[in-house]
């Protein structure tokens, strides 16, 4: 299986891009693979941004998210990934995704990144 490609991220025209508005998304299903144990990790994706010229289709970035089901990375490399390839893609004018894991061993993650900063 190949890695995850933000050419699998479509977008579309933002219909007020004169108008800061928050959009948010989210992902209860994310699923990846810890390179270490080769264990699944599930999380929920929080995807939060502030459009400028277009926005990312939502079927397109399904699809993206489910190329990480097999992709074996830490949580923190996984988000920071996700942020590049959506900032590249969107060129948003701020954009956060906090991805929480469900708790392993008794031990929840969340990591949380940023770009930008938010008007």
């Not at 508005?21 to 299903?29: D, L």
């Not at 990375?73 to 004018?93: C, G």
Request: glycine content about 6%; some cysteine.
């Amino acid at each position: 299986m190949s890695d995850p490609s933000r050419d699998t991220l479509e977008t579309f025209e933002n219909p007020f891009p004169q108008r800061n508005f928050v959009i948010e998304t989210v992902a209860p299903e994310f699923t990846s693979v810890c390179p270490k144990t080769g264990h699944p990790d599930f999380g929920t994706l929080t995807i939060t941004y502030i459009a400028d010229k277009v926005c990312y289709e939502l079927k397109s970035l399904k699809l993206y998210l489910q190329e990480y089901r097999n992709h074996g990375a830490f949580y923190e490399r996984v988000t920071n990934m996700i942020l590049d390839d959506l900032v590249a893609v969107t060129q948003p004018r701020w954009m956060k995704i906090e991805a929480a894991f469900t708790p392993r061993g008794g031990i929840r993650t969340t990591v949380i990144v940023e770009h930008g900063t938010r008007p």
